[in-house]
């Protein structure tokens, strides 16, 4: 690697870092919807917002928080920002939207003026998944890999939970073995109040 390659490559990494050192400590990444139980539906919505980065601290693939907290009877619309570059094999079931309103997500790739609904990703574009798949849910999200790990790519999508309790998810695009075996990195709950 030539000491310029090189150096791009650092300078990368320390920019993505930085990134997302600001991102957390803005709160970005937390959920920021009003949590906790209501007596009768809420208005909604509420609004979810996920990253997806390298972890400095730990060296892998993590999704910023793994665990939330949101309101039955709600629309909650969910951001997932994917600071991550790298592109994963999955099964060709989970490029698919499932269980979205409307059975889409909106994708918004870094400098397009706008987002693209669509139903699937192409499997040579996935870097991460966003999957429930326990009873009574059935959702899965494909999230396209980012530009680089300075240029995030943005998912949209909205959804509704019904049934009160705590749901795992996952991650099913295996992007690092350390990852998706740890809790809270590549995997998480989701906490639904009622």
Known sequence: MSDQNWFNTVAIALAATVVLAFLIGLGLGSNTGTPGPTAAPSAGPD?????????????MDQYFPANVSLPAHTLIIFTITNYDNGTNAVAPVYADTVGTVG???QVTY???SSAESVSSVPMAQIGH???IAQAPYNLNVAIPA???LAEPTTVDFGA????TGA???NCMAPCDPGSMMTPGLMAGI???TG
């Open 167 to 169: 749901y795992s998810w």
């Open 190 to 192: 989701i906490t639904v």
């Open 160 to 163: 509704y939970f019904n049934t």
């Open 146 to 148: 980012s530009a680089n």
């Open 103 to 105: 059975g889409s997500d």
């Open 47 to 59: 609004h979810i917002y996920l990253t997806i980065a390298f972890n400095p601290a730990t060296g």
């Open 129 to 131: 998944t966003f999957t």
């Open 110 to 112: 870094f400098g397009a």
